[in-house]
């Protein structure tokens, strides 16, 4: 089956940096586009970014743009969130996700993702 576990989640000071890893089994992730999304307290769940499985293209939420950096290690089969410049508002438990399919074009859509993983906490203290 496949399975999607995040780690690297954590409390840090703003400004701070955090990493997150997303490793993947059952699927390869070389062949599917990767997301990145986040539930803050209070709020439905959002799009943070998104890496390709064609040429490793990335696309960001506007809120993050300039300081977040999403990168893949095909070797690890392993998704990466790089975090700088935190802010509190970045507070949310993180979720990677895999697309629905294969090959197919990124999309934004959360709907489109059918895997999963548990989540990490991210917590941004002013």
């Known amino acids: 089956q496949v399975q999607l576990v995040e780690s690297g989640g954590g409390l840090v000071q703003a400004g701070g940096s955090l990493r997150l890893s997303c490793t993947a089994s059952g699927l390869i992730i070389s062949f599917y586009n990767m997301g990145w999304f986040r539930r803050a307290p209070g709020k439905e769940r959002e799009f943070v970014g998104v890496?390709?499985?064609?040429?490793?293209?990335?696309f960001y939420a506007d809120s993050v743009k300039g300081r977040f950096i999403i990168s893949r290690d095909n070797t690890k089969n392993t998704i990466y969130l790089q975090m700088n410049s935190l802010k509190p508002e970045d507070t949310a438990v993180y979720y990677c996700?895999?697309?629905?399919?294969?090959?197919?074009?990124?999309?934004?859509?959360?709907?489109?993702?059918?895997?999963w993983g548990q989540g990490t906490q991210v917590t941004v203290s002013s």
């Open positions: 890496i390709a499985w064609s040429g490793s293209s990335t």
């Open positions: 996700a895999s697309d629905k399919a294969g090959l197919r074009p990124v999309t934004e859509s959360s709907s489109e993702y059918a895997f």
